[in-house]
């Protein structure tokens, strides 16, 4: 195609980085807006466009919206699994997000001989479309199967628990109600900032594991000097 140095590459691996950070804040907005399926959906359509933006790369602009897309794609899947495995088992909030880490990266050790023999046997042009293909595929799929609790079920636990036990009086029963709606707010806010920090932890180590696979990636599409 054309030459490029490693300095180019790099500034790849910026963009990237920069559109995971920035749209990784935005997502966990609207994620309790919109919800875990729409996110996934819309992470699957901007991967596709991705890969279709790389397939026809002549230039160093496109490589670079490559690697933003590709940036914030990896935000809208990865986020809402994260959040939404976490919720489904608050109990066991880092056993669950070490196993969805652990598909991420086993993924990318995985596909990456397998993307070798479909370069080799498809060509640079028809292996892109055919990845394309299968990441619209299984996107929309894992975007219907994914369902997110509304609301945890140890803080749904508590909160009916201290609400059955009023009623003894009046007054005696407003006031159990008020304060089990406090406690239940306290514990639906100390599960969602320990979500968030589980999920800024992780983020961490997908990252570095972005950088890798996008080097590795970018390296093979373009020769490194």
Do not use: H
């Not at 997502?27 to 996934?40: D, K, L, P, S």
């Not at 599960?191 to 990636?217: F, Q, Y």
Request: aromatic share 8%; proline share 2%.
């Amino acid at each position: 195609m054309f030459q490029v140095g490693r300095g180019a590459i790099g500034n790849a691996l910026f963009f990237l980085l920069a559109s995971l950070g920035i749209f990784m804040f935005l997502v966990g907005r609207w994620q309790e807006r919109y919800g875990t399926r729409a996110m996934i959906t819309v992470g699957a359509i901007i991967c596709v466009l991705g890969t279709i933006v790389i397939a026809y790369a002549s230039c160093l602009i496109m490589l670079y919206s490559w690697a933003v897309l590709m940036g914030i794609s990896s935000c809208f899947i990865l986020i809402p699994a994260l959040t939404t495995v976490q919720r489904w088992y608050p109990e066991k909030r880092g056993l669950v997000s070490g196993t969805v880490n652990l598909v991420f990266g086993l993924s990318a050790a995985i596909m990456s001989p397998l993307f070798g023999k479909m370069l080799i046997s498809m060509g640079y042009f028809g292996m892109n479309i055919t990845i394309a293909i299968l990441a619209l595929i299984i996107g929309l799929g894992a975007a219907y199967l994914a369902r997110s609790p509304e609301v945890p079920s140890s803080v749904a636990g508590q909160m009916s628990g201290s609400e059955t036990g009023t009623g003894t009086g009046t007054g005696t029963g407003t006031r159990n109600k008020k304060e089990a709606g406090k406690e239940g707010a306290r514990n639906g806010a100390e599960i969602n900032i320990d979500i968030e920090t589980n999920v800024k932890t992780n983020v961490k180590t997908v990252t570095e594991t972005a950088l890798n696979r996008s080097g590795r990636l970018a390296c093979g599409i373009f020769d490194c000097e």
